[in-house]
């Protein structure tokens, strides 16, 4: 069984979810890169869906966490 969420009703579900639980995803982290031009992704703590980068691979494992 599954579930399909619209974009109100995920962040209503990650504001819930806030509450209670970190929730970790691969986040975008400007600046943060081998130079200060450079922009990486690596798992983080995430408040909003629109924070999740789903098109990019994570520069680093999410063992880091």
Known sequence: MGYQLNADALSTVFAK???TYDIY???LFAGTGRSSMQD???YG???????IVWDKRSDYSAKDV
Do not use: G, L, M, Y
Not at 45 to 51: G, L, Y
């Open 45 to 51: 703590k995430i408040t909003k869906p629109e924070e």
């Open 17 to 19: 979810w806030s509450d």
């Open 25 to 27: 995803a691969p986040k």
């Open 40 to 42: 990486i992704v690596r």
